[in-house]
């Protein structure tokens, strides 16, 4: 699978798998990296995976970078199960590779934005070995459906970053709060925060970005 990788020093001791949005690629959040933790601060490797090509329905089929279809973005439209359990299966052979590598899943974040931060959520619950952290960002949790089916305990305590955009027309806030609010119902630690911005990143965020990482990243 195409990474794109950036380690902050020799040697990384953890991980943070972050999986971009639809339409970009693996360099949309590589320049971040500088400003999340500084070079020799923390020895971590930041890998961003670049997803498949395949066409999406909401944009009359044209093939794109897609973790998933998307049918519809209100939550009425039906979901592309089969996309999310790809999608599950590129990012736990990520896990296991930086298995190979020395750095265990309990070193690793899992991170996403928009459709990265969905798949990030649909893998959270069926993950059998415990996570360091989620961070699901401007998304929404998918498939609740087979939720409690398909729930593993391993990571009912793991802290999850959820953050979402006041202004974002893109998949509104409505949709992360209710996500929020579900997740908690369920018992997760989930540590809200929402910025005015639409649906992007701002300055703030990656500034409690930062304070989440090195909180789980000891």
């Given at each position: 699978m195409q990474t794109i990788e950036v380690e902050t020093a020799a040697n990384p001791n953890a991980a943070v798998i972050w999986l971009h949005g639809l339409g970009a690629d693996g360099h949309d959040f590589e320049p971040v990296v500088p400003e999340i933790v500084r070079r020799g601060e923390r020895a971590w490797r930041f890998v961003f995976p670049n997803a498949p090509v395949r066409p999406v329905t909401i944009n009359g089929g044209t093939p794109m970078?897609?973790?998933?279809?998307?049918k519809g973005l209100d939550r009425q439209a039906a979901e592309d199960v089969a996309g999310f359990r790809d999608a599950d299966l590129r990012i736990r052979e990520l896990i296991a590779r930086?298995?190979?590598?020395?750095?265990?899943?309990n070193r690793v974040v899992l991170a996403g934005f928009s459709q990265g931060g969905a798949v990030s959520l649909y893998t959270l619950p069926r993950f059998t070995a415990k996570l360091a952290g989620v961070m699901a960002l401007s998304c929404y949790l998918p498939a609740e459906g087979s939720f409690t089916a398909e729930r593993a305990p391993a990571n009912d305590a793991t802290p999850i970053f959820m953050a979402h955009g006041r202004a974002d027309n893109v998949l509104p806030l409505g949709l992360g709060t209710q996500s929020r609010d579900y997740l908690t119902k369920q018992g997760y630690a989930v540590e809200w925060h929402d910025y005015p911005m639409a649906h992007a990143v701002c300055a703030?965020?990656?500034s409690d970005i930062r304070e989440f990482l090195f909180r789980v990243l000891p």
């Open positions: 970078r897609a973790w998933y279809d998307l930086e298995g190979e590598r020395g750095v265990p899943s703030a965020e990656i």
